[in-house]
């Protein structure tokens, strides 16, 4: 992948979580934006990294954009069971060791935040490729039922 492409796909990132962090566009932030993107990427590329941002968290705006209205549809579905578990009073809470077939920190991590942002389970330690996670409704003790059970579809999306 070409390098301007690279930094292209990360000054939109970047940008858009400067217009988030805002609450509004207007020319005035979308050009604050892209001057504090493009300083934050040169900055850490030269003095922090050493070297390509690409090389050490990979990524494609595409991806981002479809896993992020996945992740948000699940955690809705999530929510929803959650409110019915505390509201009838049918928790079970525990923790839970699971493991992933995920190879990189990077993917590893993605996926340890999205089960902390589903309703119901909180990522509370991460070792190489396992996961102790804190969930609500504990169906299972076995680690590779619960893993499945808790991870449902995110881990395809990798």
Do not use: C
Request: charge should be neutral; hydrophobic fraction near 45%; glycine fraction near 6%.
């Amino acid at each position: 992948m070409k390098k301007w492409w690279q930094d292209l796909q990360w000054l939109i990132l970047y940008l858009a979580v400067w217009v988030i962090l805002f609450e509004r566009i207007n020319l005035t932030i979308v050009v604050s934006g892209l001057v504090a993107a493009g300083f934050s990427l040169y900055f850490t590329e030269k003095y922090l990294l050493g070297g390509s941002y690409y090389k050490h968290y990979p990524i494609n705006i595409l991806w981002i954009f479809k896993y992020g209205f996945f992740l948000l549809i699940e955690i809705y579905k999530a929510g929803f069971a959650t409110v019915k578990m505390t509201i009838t009073g049918n928790v079970n809470p525990g923790i839970i060791d699971i493991k992933t077939d995920l190879k990189d920190d990077y993917s590893i991590s993605i996926l340890a935040n999205s089960i902390t942002l589903t309703p119901g389970t909180v990522t509370l330690d991460k070792t190489d490729n396992h996961l102790k996670v804190l969930w609500l409704d504990v169906k299972t003790k076995d680690s590779v039922e619960a893993g499945d059970i808790i991870k449902g579809n995110l881990e395809k999306h990798f």
